[in-house]
Structures are given as structure tokens and as C-alpha cells.
């Protein structure tokens, strides 16, 4: 006897959608990905792929949103720390899978980059979503110089800039195949050393 499974709500499908999603588009890229490739990897026919997102390109910026929130959710958890030395390790930890491009996040930053020069409404999601992230990575840097943890004489706004061009990089050299795989880790510890007091 076959068991069945048991049938997905509409928001149960959605975040499934959206966690194979995600999972395809890091591994490949915006452009070679379909909707077809995507529907079969989760299972279920295009149809139902459009009924929970308009085009490719909803679901992409969807994907972007969402690996967004699944890592500011742990930074949140970092700022409402008030020990110094928990705060930075569990800071280093979650920006370091970011910035060594292991992340689907920073995948999907190299990807949008390459799409923007044609895509005129990527170009401006990424605008958007980067000032967002520029802003939030500010607000840490500045909750972490509160704390005793980042050197008080940094400015929060060049540094969180520096730290999305690091994490893009860290993608590209990652897609590249180990760019920086001899220097990355002297990289990150010569950003640890200019940011901690």
C-alpha cells in the first residue's frame, strides 16, 4: 500500500518553492535557471509554480529576500547580545559563511550584478535591497563600536560598504574556482585587526 503525502497548504508550498528555489538558482545561475528546472526539482508542474509567483524574476527577488532575512535574523540575535566576546564570535561566524561566497546570498549578488547592465528592474531591486543591507550592516557596525567590540574610530558607513564589496568578492572568487583561496583567510584577519580595538 502507497502511502500518500499529505497535501501542502498555500504558504507551506510557497516556502518549499521558495527553499528548492533557492537552492537551484545558487547553484547555477539567474539566466541558465528555468521554471521548468525549478518545478521539477520541488515536484510540481510550472502551473503551480506561477500561481504562488508572477515570473522568474519575482521568485529570484523572493530568494534574495528571503536568504536576506534568514541572515539578518541571526545578526538581530548578535545585536541583542550584550557580552562583547559572544557577540563577535557569533558575528564573525555568520559574516564569515558569507563572505568566504559559501552562502546562497552572496551567490545571488554576483548573479544580479551580471543581469543588471540588462535587466533594468534587477538593476533597481539591487539597488534597493543593497542600501537596505548597507544600512542594517551600518546600524551592527555602530551597535558593535556601543559594545566595546569594533574600534570606535571606524566609520559604520564606509565599513559596511566595505563589507558587501568583501562578501561580493568572496562570491566571485568562489564561482571563479578559489581565487583568493591562498589569501582569504589573511584577508579576513587583516579586516578583523583594522576593525577590532
Excluded: N
Amino acid at each position: 500500500m502507497t502511502q500518500t503525502r499529505p497535501k501542502l497548504s498555500a504558504g507551506e508550498r510557497r516556502l518549499r518553492l521558495l527553499e528548492v528555489a533557492s537552492r537551484v538558482f545558487a547553484g547555477g545561475s539567474y539566466r541558465g535557471t528555468t521554471t521548468a528546472e525549478i518545478a521539477r526539482a520541488v515536484g510540481c508542474s510550472e502551473p503551480i509554480l506561477y500561481r504562488h509567483f508572477q515570473s522568474k524574476r519575482e521568485l529570484y527577488f523572493a530568494c534574495v529576500d528571503g536568504a536576506w532575512d534568514e541572515l539578518r535574523s541571526k545578526l538581530d540575535a548578535v545585536m541583542e547580545t550584550q557580552d562583547p566576546a559572544e557577540a563577535l564570535a557569533r558575528a564573525r561566524r555568520d559574516l564569515d559563511a558569507l563572505g568566504r561566497g559559501k552562502t546562497a546570498l552572496a551567490q545571488f549578488w554576483v548573479q544580479a550584478m551580471t543581469e543588471a547592465s540588462e535587466d533594468p528592474e534587477i538593476r533597481r531591486f539591487m539597488r534597493r535591497h543593497l542600501k537596505a543591507v548597507h544600512a542594517y550592516l551600518a546600524r551592527l557596525i555602530a551597535q558593535g563600536q556601543a559594545l566595546g567590540i569594533v574600534h570606535p574610530e571606524r566609520d559604520p558607513e564606509v565599513e559596511a560598504w566595505s563589507m558587501i564589496g568583501g562578501i561580493t568578492f568572496g562570491a566571485m572568487s568562489e564561482r571563479l574556482g578559489g581565487l583568493l583561496d591562498g589569501v582569504a583567510p589573511r584577508i579576513r584577519e587583516q579586516r578583523r585587526a583594522w576593525l577590532t580595538p
